[in-house]
């Protein structure tokens, strides 16, 4: 159990490199931009890979009439994420801590875990949300307007992870640095939960 | 995506592991008659880049283009001496000053030799340097951005022709001067030419960290003309080398007049003892009147400072500091091995090729061995310093250049041939004929203590044109050659602008890691830039109008102007606000009498404008610039001179 809750508490501080490593990041590339484009997505705000990547992503984007990406302090989501994953990594840490301690059984890993998954999910939800709006909600004054065959207006989001061809632009969409950390330290608590259950069946028996 | 691209970089550098094998096969089996697939040693894929920059001098058009090596393609042509419409440069009121001289402004020039920075003897691909033979002035361009950044001329100067070559740290750039004429000038008549003229060779410091230009110290040479020059380097560091002509210091007809002498000279100046000697005080100031231009990136603005006196010193009073090596029948080219230890003297008229050993001249000096003197000037003994004779090489030697294996390549004006040599036992290993009449050859790192041998090319005088023809009037030619074999092959000819005298050439790995993308805003310190559009605004201050205007895809700010007047002088402003590699915003208004601008992300341009009509004239976008360039566009109106129309301007609603 104490092996358990160790990783336990090195999953949990996994969290933590969010605050120093994106979440996320979406590339653009297009045959006329040999160095793409890009943006890194931190849970305290947007940046772009290179300097003036954001403003040049702006610039290209109000052809086809989309808002401009969102400065932190315009997103709620930018100051409530850094306090969530904070708290859930503070949770993580004294679940095991306590764990050691023998204080609680290992079934808390696995309510961590699943409390941070759905909290998780909730958060790709809410992006994609935020996608659907950024990609479709459209100024009507737009310079350039694109519709489907079927006669709808297009929409620009970009994939929520994965690849997509958004007119003329290669747009990737994939977990970054922080993001991996996150997962490792996640399953790291799986890890924990499975280890401190063998653990505890091994004492039983 | 970072994360794709490094996975797929992986497999990418595993499928190479596979395929370089058989790649290995292939090239065994390309022995045969696949070998001599010249077009593929050329070709550069789309998206690939070329191994090498080349700068080549445009001559008479006053600039300098930059080739690919080895495709032959032409990337950029960098207005230096010359105004160029295409930007603006010597139009703009930011660039007028880098033409301004003693004589005014000149807005052409006569460009020679570039010559690339180098620090240890090695180019570092920094600043490149090249020469103005009509009105003479050296320049300094940024190999950051491409760029004119300093202009100084030179006084006591005509016929800037044996310059622009840099030491081995890039300590000094020299201009020699191919006319002698009196110092200073005066009314004399011509035909008492002999004795009292003189020919100044002058040494200009380079700052080691701005590149900034100073003219040092001027040598008073005798009337002699001084042709070509180079740096010695590694043994001979602190030496430089001077052909001369007309020795004889005729002033008419000097075809035959200057063709006399048998042997004329190479001036061996060591400036290293010079430059002590004015270190100490030494020399004097004399009064002399030339301009010092300065671009400076922050503004974007340039600034012409006329500087009043310059130091010149008399080479009697430095003694052990100049020498004369008698060389052969009007020498051209001259030209310092790697090692430093060879000066080659390409004597125009001789028949042999001619080249000297520093070791034996310094010997020769110790022994104090002299055949005599010239103006006070010792005169060494041919035979004393001599190293070696290439025996009938060709007709017409010019120009000597080095792979750093060993081998020299010299070019043959009138036999119209490259003739590959070897060092140390002067014996004649290939040649290949040019097709043209060619002049000077260049070697990437040639004049380098490490030349990068793996191209040649030389460069064509009298091109009667191996491609569709064009008319009468042609540009020049290049011919690129493989030298990384025992046998020089003719890979490519590639016509040039202007008449390109000599090039300088480097791997592009150095500058292309440094090359600059845009200029940031940020960091625009120009007096008059607008850093956003509410920052735009139209100030009169008597008849003088400043239009600050941004530019951003796709619209002017702002795009409607009233209030100017016919006879008022307006200045146009324009920032272009843009963060984004290669987005110029052009700039042009009806009956603009000097050029458009073409202004680069970042970057502050001004041009004058004197409207003489009553009306309301457009303005536009003269650089293609996104799906909406058409629409950039905008008016000015103009009221007539006694009329008060309030000065106003708006940008997305009607002027109110």
Redesign the interface.
Known sequence: MKKASIIMIIGSLLLLGLFKFPLW???L?APQY???L?MNIYIDGIKGVS??DL??ID?LNH?IGMKTIPKADEMWEFSMFPKVIFGMAMLGVIIGLLGYFGKVSYKYFLGWFLFMSVLGILGMYDFNNWLVDYGGNLDPHA??KVTNPDGTPMSYKPPLIGFKKLLNFDV?S?P?TGGYLMFVGMSLTLVAFWLGRKTSLNKKT | MKNLLTSSIAMFVILLGFTSCNNGNKSGSKSGALASNIAEKVYVAPGEYDSHYAFLSGGYSGNVTVYGLPSGRMFKEIPVFSQFPTSGYGYSEETKPMLNTSYGFIPWGDAHHPDISQSKGELDGRWLFINENNTPRIARLSLTTFETEEIIEVPNSAGNHSSSFVTENTEYVVAGTRFSVPIPQRDMPIKDYKGNFQGALSFISVAPETGNMDIKFQVLMPGFNYDLSHPGRGKSHGWFFFTTYNTEEANTLLEVNASQNDKDFIAAINWKKIEEYVNNGGGTMMPANYAHNVYDEHTHTATSTMKKEVRVVNPIEVPGAVYFIPTPKSPHGCDVDPSGEYIVGNGKLSANLTVHSFTKMLDAIENKKFAGEAYGIPILNFEDVLAGVVEQPGLGPLHTEFDGKGNAYTTFFISSEVVKWKLGTWEVVDRKPTYYSVGHLTIPGGNSGKPQGKYMFAMNKITKDRYLPTGPEMEHSAQLYDISGDKMELLLDFPTHGEPHYAAAMEAGIIKAQSQKIYKLADNKHPYAAKSDADTKVVRDGKNVHIYLTTIRSHFSPDNIEGIKVGDKVYFHVTNLEQDFDVPHGFAVIGQNNSELLVMPGQTKTSVWEPKQVGVWPFYCTDFCSALHQEMQGYVRVSAANSDTPIKWSLGEDIE
């Open positions: 990041n979406i590339m590339g040999p160095d793409p890009g300097e003036f403003q040049n610039g052809y310079i350039i990737t994939l970054h």
